[in-house]
């Protein structure tokens, strides 16, 4: 039963992580039509919509507003937490996702679409940071945990890529409400779902959990720090790309709407590959995580290198892949090397390490559509991509700090020092029934 109602919790999480990219993504083919519709529509639009010189700027700041949000709440998330458990926060941030997308749906100027976007955020900021550190709690042995992240990684993987099409085509046929109207059903169904196996006032180990270590303290940790950069640096090259790379095919190769829309979509298969070779090897070679992130790492310079020599559409789609194979070598090798280092050198409440992880991610795509097209536009497309190509390449050595890390988890983590002095109390207890169940 306890087995059955984990593999529940997990189909929950990946639902709201694919919902929550999925809906980041969705407005990428639909805002600029949107807004220029508001801005041609008279009073519709109202004194909010931006004008046309200020067009970019504000689409820019538009997207950037969910990460800026997330940045600012996910130290605050990660502690509350880890004070009451992962289960709330998921369903709390389920609830205000839910407000999110049917806020978008009925938006009619650009001020309510940044509250909505705004709005977004901070659902992310407890959903993502409460599902993954579940996931980590709930799936506490190897190789179960490295699987379980990794079909999480999957999922958000599929929404960030199968959104604009999928946006599109709804927007296109069906109204520019549907696509908003259909994820919002999804997250209230999953919210429901939540519901049933986790009631709100229900009993278990949460409920007797021991205090987790400070989100500052685990800042400061070097192990951990080294790992937050590295996600931050492995994803700048994807969201510094996402906003320039449209106008730079346009420019550059005279590409077509529906080659700018299909750019992405063929990078999910490589990353669902990286996903699965990552938790292979990792389940045969445990030692090896470290590298596994850092082969992602070199991976993903020399691929965004590339970028800027692609000469047409079948080309750009090679580096393209390239990055994102190497993001989900770095991604799924790395994330549960969080949990690990917790296990190890703290206490294994997860909360507030994967707020760390969330406000990695959320610094690259909180600058990414505003800082990157403000650096195309002084220095270049080529010199953007060199840059993020050699961030990366450089990175990659200090990956090696991790390795000794790697090599004691299995002789200090807190479960094998459970396992072999026995349960000591009521949380121990429950823990050790778990991981028998």
């Known amino acids: 039963e306890a087995r059955r109602q984990r593999r529940l919790l997990l189909v929950v999480v990946c639902v709201a992580l694919l919902l929550d990219n999925m809906l980041y993504m969705v407005i990428v ?112 042995e190897e190789p179960a945990r490295s699987r379980a992240l990794g079909t999480a990684l999957a999922c958000i993987s599929f929404g960030s890529l199968a959104a604009p099409p999928f946006g599109g085509v709804l927007y296109e046929f069906a109204g520019k409400r549907v696509p908003f109207l259909v994820l919002a059903c999804v997250c209230l169904l999953d919210g429901l779902l939540l519901l049933v196996l986790a009631p709100p006032g229900g009993t278990g180990a949460r409920a007797n959990m021991p205090v987790g270590t400070p989100i500052h303290r685990l800042m400061i940790d070097p192990y951990i720090a080294v790992v937050a950069g590295a996600l931050a640096t492995c994803n700048i090259p994807l969201a510094f790309l996402e906003p320039t790379i ?94 690990f280092l917790v296990d190890v050198r703290h206490v294994s409440v997860y909360g507030s390490v994967y707020a760390i992880a969330d406000i990695s991610y959320s610094v690259a795509y909180a600058l990414g559509p505003i800082v990157a097209g403000q ?35 299995p002789s200090h983590s807190e479960r094998n020092i459970l396992l072999e002095e026995g349960p000591k109390g009521l949380y121990d207890t429950i823990k050790m029934e778990e991981r028998k169940g």
């Open 29 to 140: 083919p639909i805002i600029p039509d949107y807004i220029a519709a508001m801005r041609g529509g008279g009073g519709t639009a109202g004194p909010s919509a931006p004008a046309g010189g200020n067009e970019d700027v504000q689409i820019g700041v538009l997207f950037a507003s969910k990460a800026m949000l997330q940045l600012l709440v996910n130290p605050l998330s990660g502690t509350l937490i880890d004070r009451v458990g992962y289960e709330a926060p998921l369903l709390a941030g389920l609830a205000v996702m839910f407000l999110s997308t049917a806020t978008f749906a009925f938006a009619e100027n650009y001020a309510t679409l940044f509250a909505a976007r705004s709005l977004q955020g901070l659902g992310s900021a407890f959903a993502d940071t409460a599902g993954i550190a579940l996931i980590a709690d709930r799936y506490a």
């Open 246 to 339: 449209a106008n730079w095919m346009k420019d550059s190769m005279g590409a077509s709407e529906w080659e700018v829309g299909l750019t992405w979509l063929p990078a999910f298969f490589p990353h669902v590959l990286g996903v699965y070779v990552t938790v292979r090897l990792a389940a045969a070679y445990p030692h090896l995580q470290w590298f596994y992130g850092a082969l992602g790492m070199a991976i993903i310079g020399a691929s965004s290198c590339l970028v800027p020599a692609c000469r047409n559409f079948g080309q750009v789609i090679i580096p393209l892949c390239g990055i994102c194979f190497g993001i989900a070598l770095v991604d799924t090798a790395l994330l549960p090397t969080l949990a």
């Open 375 to 409: 650096i195309v536009h002084t220095m270049g497309f080529a010199q953007l991509n060199l840059g993020m190509g050699l961030a990366n390449v450089l990175y990659a050595p200090v990956l090696l700090f991790l390795k000794n890390v790697c090599q004691m988890k």
